[in-house]
T-cell receptor, first 116, second 117 residues
């Protein structure tokens, strides 16, 4: 069975601090995809990144960066110089192919609060 | 712009009534759509897989008769919460893959916040 664990349920930082959100996953698949989504208070899910299991290069997008470590089954997310607008719940997810498509197993989420 | 549209975004209904939530793929055909449920301050849990032309596949513990799913066309799936009760109050969100491959980004609808009073 696939499982995604986000050990940090809530994180509070002061604006401009860097913050790392942890994600650890379990899967028996050799090919899989990992995702991060942002969920602001309005509820919609904002896609941040998709990474396949064969690509272990770290990725940077503006203030966001992701560290994929296959050896430790982790896919951590770092926000540099956090801003108040970053306050949201962040979900890490793992993709699984059922018979027909892309079904996601979500972690429990990390609520990030960035204070001015 | 949004590629998956979910309607309504918010609904309040009385106990015992039924509520229908629609999920539409806007510029692609989706033979499969997924319905998730999110309790307050909790994660998203898959409820069921909606399959065009066949019955939905429900996850363990999800009542089929309570949550009716109909994949009426290649662009529309509906979730009907029948005889709603306050414990059904939740955030429901659908997703549709553009293609039946796991490397496809899962496009999510905007979600529906259901409150049963």
């Amino acid at each position: 069975a696939q499982k995604v664990t986000q050990a940090q349920t809530e994180i509070s930082v002061v604006e401009k601090e860097d913050v790392t959100l942890d994600c650890v996953y379990e899967t028996r698949d050799t090919t899989y995809y990992l995702f991060w989504y942002k969920q602001p208070p309005s509820g919609e899910l904002v896609f941040l990144i998709r990474r396949n299991s064969f690509d272990e290069q770290n990725e940077i997008s503006g203030r966001y960066s992701w560290n994929f470590q296959k050896s430790t089954s982790s896919f951590n997310f770092t926000i540099t110089a956090s801003q108040v607008v970053d306050s949201a719940v962040y979900f890490c997810a793992l993709s699984e192919v059922n018979n027909a498509g892309n079904m996601l197993t979500f972690g429990g989420g990390t609520r990030l609060m960035v204070k001015p | 712009g949004a590629v998956v549209s979910q309607h309504p975004s918010r609904v309040i209904c009385k106990s015992g009534t039924s509520v229908k939530i629609e999920c539409r793929s806007l510029d692609f055909q989706a033979t499969t759509m997924f319905w998730y449920r999110q309790f307050p301050k909790k994660s998203l849990m898959l409820m069921a897989t909606s399959n065009e032309g066949s019955k939905a596949t429900y996850e363990q513990g999800v009542e089929k008769d309570k949550f009716l799913i109909n994949h009426a066309s290649l662009t529309l799936s509906t979730l009907t919460v029948t005889s709603a009760h306050p414990e059904d109050s939740s955030f429901y969100i659908c997703s549709a893959p553009r293609a039946p491959r796991r490397d496809t980004e899962a496009f999510f609808g905007q979600g529906t916040r259901l409150t049963v009073v």
